[in-house]
């Protein structure tokens, strides 16, 4: 592995550091995830998007650049080193769409995607089915050239501000689980849908439960075969905990170096209580970069992510909850996270790192099993 930029790459690099300085929003931005931060983060996706910064590894003909991956990442890098707002994540949905996706599909729905024009949810979690995704009872019967879906996802998040649904729904019961299910996309404005919004302990209301009562979507709007719905998540879930969160790393970098400056200034013993913990966090960001790295370098031979993304979501989530709680506890949060984060909101939102997008106990199986080649348990 080299972790050097090589010259196309450095002065890629330059000269998103030049935009990022002419173009980075004046602070303070909204740091939750309500109606507000909503506007903020779409916004930002278009003014990236037309800066020519967002989709750098897509397809041309899709509206991306037919770059590596490594530039998105740079990308990523860059902006979360700069303080400025996250990178939009579309590569999550829009991938699985790119692979499973006719061109037809792919023309429609990923242009407009990356450019931040139409927004997307990811219909996936029911009050009966989380990790054990594969239960899910979400139905769609087919009739004729369309299916009619009834049932309910919870947690579901943006659906409140979303254009477009990616769901995953059961069209074969009569097939072994995980052979039965498909994936529908459909504008989130079809009759048929309910979206009621769920409060959240930092409050405001960033998932909500979404009801399907004879919602009609055309077969065309199938993304894939009847029956390719678990394969298609699984790519979703890959990329959602790969290595698109190297920004998170750079952010966080940020908060350790300040916190160290800070550590530095505090009186020998509050300075010998606190700096094993920010040990801690240190050796905690510091091996998550190692290895999204690798996983990095893996994308670049051409590889997909597979289930090694699984130790990048668990090694991000430690590096996150070891900060938040860390900042949340210091007196001097406010120097550490700079004006645009609130520690509380930070806390919180790394307790939730351990949930979304498969819980922790989920991950250490899929390492177990998977990466290690361990025995299945009885
Ligand atoms: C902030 C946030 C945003 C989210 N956004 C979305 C979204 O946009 N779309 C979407 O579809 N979902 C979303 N989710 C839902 C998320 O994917 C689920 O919460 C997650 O998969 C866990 O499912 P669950 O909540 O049903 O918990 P459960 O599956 O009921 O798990 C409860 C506990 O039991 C443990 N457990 C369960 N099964 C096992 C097992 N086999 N072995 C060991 N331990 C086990 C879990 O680890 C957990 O600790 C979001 C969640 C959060 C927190």
Redesign the pocket.
């Known amino acids: 592995m080299n972790f050097r930029d090589g010259n196309d790459e450095a002065s890629f690099r330059s000269g998103l550091r030049s935009w990022l300085a002419d173009n980075k929003p004046e602070p303070p931005y909204p740091s939750n995830h309500g109606k507000e931060g909503n506007v903020f983060a779409r916004a930002w996706h278009r003014k990236m998007y037309s800066g020519g910064w967002l989709g750098l590894s897509w397809p041309v003909e899709y509206g991306g650049r037919g770059l590596s991956p490594l530039y998105d990442a740079i990308v990523n890098d860059e902006v979360g080193a700069s303080g400025a707002p996250p990178v939009p994540s579309v590569g999550f949905l829009g991938r699985p769409i790119l692979r499973f996706g006719t061109p037809e599909q792919c023309g429609e729905y990923l242009p407009p995607m990356l450019r931040g024009e139409l927004q997307w949810?990811?219909?996936?979690?029911?009050?009966?089915?989380?990790?054990?995704?594969a239960s899910l009872s979400t139905r769609a019967v087919l009739d004729g050239d369309r299916y009619i879906v009834n049932g309910q996802?919870?947690?579901?998040?943006?659906?409140q501000y979303s254009d477009w649904c990616l769901l995953?729904c059961r069209t074969r019961p009569d097939l072994p689980k995980h052979k039965g299910i498909s994936c529908l996309v459909f504008k989130m404005d079809s009759p048929g849908i309910t979206v009621r919004p769920l409060r959240?302990v930092w409050g405001t209301a960033?998932?909500n439960e979404v009801f399907f009562d004879d919602l009609e979507v055309p077969v065309s709007q199938r993304i894939g075969e009847d029956g390719d719905g678990w394969i298609l998540a699984t790519t979703v879930l890959a990329h959602e905990r790969g290595p698109a969160d190297i920004g998170m790393i750079s952010k966080f970098e940020v908060m350790l170096s300040r916190l160290e400056a800070i550590l530095a200034k505090l009186p020998e013993q509050e300075r010998a209580e606190l700096a094993p913990r920010v040990a801690e966090a240190y050796t905690a960001v510091a091996a998550c970069r190692r290895h999204v790295l690798k996983s990095l370098s893996l994308r670049a031979q051409g590889l997909p992510p597979g289930p090694e993304t699984s130790v990048d979501k668990l090694l991000m989530t430690r590096a996150s909850q070891c900060l938040g709680a860390l900042v949340f506890e210091t007196s001097a949060s406010e120097l550490v996270l700079g004006e645009n984060d609130d520690a509380l909101f930070e806390y919180l939102?790394s307790r939730?790192a351990?949930?979304?997008?498969?819980?922790?106990?989920?991950q250490?199986?899929i390492v177990a099993q998977r990466v290690l080649g361990m025995p299945r348990g009885g």
């Open positions: 949810c990811q219909g996936f979690s029911e009050p009966g089915a989380g990790s054990d995704l996802k919870v947690w579901t998040s943006r659906a995953l959240q960033e998932f939102h939730a351990s949930i979304y997008g498969g819980t922790e106990q989920i250490r199986t």
